[in-house]
């Protein structure tokens, strides 16, 4: 007979966001624990009346204490977990039938109801990383039905994110099946990009920024454009690819440098890569009187908490006011937060009161976000990180 489940009642006020569908319950929110699971069991979780909230994870490690699976009475089996896989290859075939496209996200953790499971297609290869030890059980039911639905030449995982630390679980990288072929090339829209998928940042590309990185082409023909923490050239690569007069793509990472040189000489197109901390480049671009039409800011979260907000607001402002000098009347600047803890309209009047206190006027073109194959899941707004703001300068720098 199967064991009965532990029991976790979650503290009162706490039990509204779980029937809407989030499916984390902090440690700090439960009120006790009936029963004495083991980490990695599953649970059953109730509210402070006792009414059935879900079934999820428990891990006694983790500060997200339990990850809810199921917010209704369905069983967790190794079923349903391959279900979920599938269902999640299944929404991604609209994205690999986009021209000239062979890469994406196949799993987005939470918002495809596999909590912590990350799941990438650089064409034949397909990482896998698992991040909670609730999952890691199922490490081989996934990756069946990864074969089953995609077929790859190779299955890496990627287990090496020290998140998994905090989940009281090691770090290491395995292939799965087949061989990690030496170089993996992908094309995006048409373009082709190298990945580092052993070395490189993430799972080894930023598969999040693709339709933004294909946006950017409407406002590149003839233009001088600079590409702003650039890592392997997206942004740079498709304003070149669209007729642009000059791309300049800067990073920090000498990695990322020659990813964009390789990348540049791969596609035949012509981009400088310039090694730099883009706070100091912008500055010194303003002093030299340097202009653009398109400049791309695209940095790292400059806040992983909550807490840093301020912070993180003034980089973001910082490079803003930095960009706005660079662009005249006619400018576009498009400039992205990838961290869930800045809310959008945070980041928005961030942006705008840059300009505000340029005495510039802005027109917003575009509002937009990561692209699909990074859904985001109703009544868990984590899922949504990346803001992506599309400006344009309706006039130029006041004259004195
Ligand atoms: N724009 C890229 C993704 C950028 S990720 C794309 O579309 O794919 C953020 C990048 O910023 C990383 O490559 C990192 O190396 C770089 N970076 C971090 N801090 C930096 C700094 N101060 N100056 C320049 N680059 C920086």
């Known amino acids: 007979m199967a064991k009965t489940e532990a029991v976790v009642h979650v503290i009162n006020g706490r039990q509204k966001k779980l029937v809407h569908g989030h499916p984390w ?6 009120e006790r624990v009936e029963g004495d699971p083991a980490d990695g069991e599953l649970v059953e979780a109730v509210d402070f009346r006792g009414r059935f909230l879900g079934r999820g994870i428990y891990n006694s490690h983790s500060l997200l204490t339990v990850r809810l699976l199921t917010h209704d009475g369905t069983e967790v089996t190794e079923e349903l977990i391959r279900e979920r896989v599938k269902n999640a290859c ?10 000239g496209t062979d890469s994406c996200r196949l799993i987005y953790g939470e918002a495809d109801l596999l909590p912590g499971v990350i799941c990438d297609r650089f064409g034949g290869t ?21 074969m089953d639905c995609e077929q790859p030449e190779c299955l890496y995982l990627k287990n090496d994110d020290r998140i998994r630390q905090k989940e009281g679980m090691d770090c290491f990288v395995r292939v799965i099946r087949g061989n990690l ?10 373009i082709r990009m190298k990945v ?32 702003c923490f650039s890592y392997s050239g997206g942004f740079a690569l498709n304003a070149a690819y669209a007729g642009a007069r000059e ?22 197109l012509t981009v400088e890569p310039i090694l730099a901390n883009c ?6 671009q303003v002093r030299l009187g340097e202009q653009y039409d398109v400049i791309i800011l695209d940095p790292p979260a400059f806040t992983k908490a909550h807490a840093n907000m301020e912070n993180a607001c003034r980089g973001y402002k910082e490079i803003a006011l930095s960009a706005m000098r660079l662009l005249p009347a006619g400018g576009i600047l498009a400039t992205h937060s990838c961290s869930y803890h800045m809310p959008e309209e945070t980041f928005l009047n961030t942006v705008y009161s840059a300009a505000q206190d340029l005495h510039r006027t802005v027109q917003l073109l575009d509002l937009r976000r990561q692209d699909m194959d990074h859904p985001v899941l109703a009544g868990y707004p984590e899922s949504h990180y990346l803001k ?12 004195r």
Request: glycine share 8%; aromatic share 6%.
């Open 196 to 227: 580092d998928i052993e070395g490189g940042q993430k799972t080894g590309s930023f598969l999040d920024q693709k339709a933004n990185h294909l946006y950017v082409r409407q406002f590149s023909k003839d233009a001088r454009v600079l590409d």
């Open 279 to 284: 706070f100091d480049f912008l500055r010194e």
């Open 90 to 99: 299944r929404m991604r075939k609209t994205v690999l039938a986009r021209p």
């Open 181 to 190: 072929p030496e170089t993996v090339i992908v094309t995006e829209n048409g």
């Open 247 to 268: 791309v300049r793509a800067v990073d920090i990472s000498e990695g990322a440098v020659r990813l964009i040189a390789e990348n540049a000489v791969l596609n035949g």
């Open 25 to 30: 319950i902090y440690g700090n929110e439960i």
């Open 388 to 399: 992506s703001v599309w400006l344009r300068m309706l006039d130029g720098p006041a004259s």
């Open 126 to 146: 397909v990482v896998l990383q698992i991040l909670t030890l609730g999952m890691e059980k199922y490490t081989d039911v996934i990756a069946d039905a990864l």
